[in-house]
């Protein structure tokens, strides 16, 4: 069966009942396994908004999740309790926005690889310069890539640890000696980044059972690893940054095709912003002896993918953002081949005076034009290639860091052109309205993009729990502690009661002043509801934390 072929489903309210009705599905997302069995989740309808390199671009529309046995009947009471939470999750799952696919072509890899890989790949004649060139190209480590005839075939139990460009004479033979390892045909799941592949712990069923027509790679956005706003900050034990977000401008016109990559991330410390009640939650640093090498980790990783690093830090000098950012910079002087900047944005650029970017321009002048871009020409020619990148974040990663990366990119942008010929050296796209406005739409758009999907849909525990369990951070298994067990305190269950107080005392706090008057035991009551009110209050304020809905299923950290 392909996709796209009619498939009978049932609903999943009647997990026992037989398929009710056949519809036609676009892709399959994955499988997941939940107490009850696995389940398979489909995409029902998608849009074509584009195209990548010639190749059609799809949005999805609507995802739908299926059971594929029926053993709710066997569950104990908690089992069901918790297969019920568990499919909740799913049916967050299913409104996830911004998810985007190709059937013919990668969309997680960079754009300059990807077409390098498809307009240089025949260049090569030997065995072994076509292995490492696909190897280096698509990031795949540890796996050694063999060529047969047209087609893309990989060996995955051969080590190729010496690189070509490193003069290692390596022979084609000893390569392809490899013949008895069973070849596959590389997918495009093989050559995504999996940073960037949403649905990457939801294949290892199709994979391991070689359904190969059915691996769609999904990205959402420019979203990693999606640690919801708030909830998820700074970086984990192993250096990945919350937030982190690979932003790439393309540009084609007349033949050369140029593109220019920034990424945004959360300050890769151990930290934490933990929701309250309050507006603007207090920052924690957590002392860590592993912070310098989970700092190293993150920019060793950085440098490994994308050369040269200049971190920009746009956060305030003063406060807990003050101190947050004190810390940063005392960790990157111990990196002495990454640049830090450390830019207080509102300081400098208050008011929307964004022009004011100008200084942060002027002082990373150097480094930006020696990173550079990509531009390719028609002929397949590489004239520039981008070198490095520039690594920006605020405390959030959203607003500061969109209007700095968008001005970024702009500067870029009239370099691309001028460098093709289009503009003069005095031209900028700025000095044309129409172009502009669209530039300054495509950027806006992509910030709340963002936005929407950092803050997530519906009730924000829920969607991180989603997440961890869509993501593979939390695996469902019956002999696991159980997530609610774990979990007993619902903070939910204390806000009717601290709301019922407080908004009980303000109206009898109001009802007693109105009919007091001079009405001595009038005004004592009026005051006592008025203590109670400030009270309950207080005590709200004071243990924000425990009104607020948290993960359940996995730690911050």
Known sequence: MEIGDPVPYG??????????????????????????GTYIIVITSAK??????????????????????????????????????????????????????????????????????LLHYHKFTTVIEQAYWLKRMSQLSSTDICLCGSSYQFAKKVELSRRVDEQTSLEAGALCSHTDTVGEKLLLVDLADPRFVWNRALLDDLIEKKLDSFIIPLQQGNILSLRTRMWRRGANLEGDAANFIETEQLVETKGFRSSFLQVRGSIPLLWEQIVDLSYKPRLKIINHEDTSKVVERHFHDLSQRYGEILALDLTDKHGDEGKLSSAYAAEMEKLPNVRYVSFDFHSVCGNSNFDNLDVLCNEIAEDFEKQGYFLIDKDGNVLEEQRGV??????????????????????????????????????????????????????????????????????????????????????????????????????????????????????LTSFSLSQGGRNAPQLVSSVVWAGVTAGVMAL????????CCRPRLCGLI
């Open 48 to 117: 074509e908004v584009g195209k990548y390199l010639g190749f059609p671009i799809f949005r999805v529309q609507s995802l739908k999740y299926l059971p594929c046995n029926q053993a709710v009947k066997q569950l104990s009471p908690q089992e069901k309790k918790e297969e019920a939470y568990f499919r909740n999750l799913l049916r967050v799952v299913e409104s996830t926005a911004g998810l985007y696919y190709s059937y013919e072509t990668d969309i997680t890899v960079k754009y300059a690889v990807l077409l390098c890989l």
């Open 540 to 547: 709200a304020k004071a243990n924000g934390r425990q009104f």
């Open 11 to 36: 609903a999943d309210e009647d997990l026992s009942g037989s398929p009710s009705k056949t519809s036609k599905l676009c892709g399959v997302v994955g499988t997941i396994r939940l107490v009850a």
């Open 390 to 507: 520039i690594r920006s974040n605020c405390i959030d990663c959203l607003d500061r860091t969109n209007v700095t990366q968008s001005y970024l990119a702009r500067i870029s942008l009239d370099s691309q052109l001028q460098r093709i010929g289009i503009f003069s050296s005095e031209d900028s796209v700025t000095k044309f309205p129409e172009e502009y406005d669209k530039f300054k739409i495509m950027w806006v758009e992509h910030g709340d993009e963002i936005s929407l999907e950092y803050a997530g849909t519906h009730a924000l525990k829920r969607d991180l729990d989603a997440i961890d369990l869509i993501s593979g951070h939390y695996s469902v298994g019956r002999n696991n502690t159980s997530a609610l067990q774990r979990n007993t305190s619902e903070p939910f269950s204390y806000l009717p009661v601290a709301s019922a107080l407080l908004i009980g005392g303000l109206t």
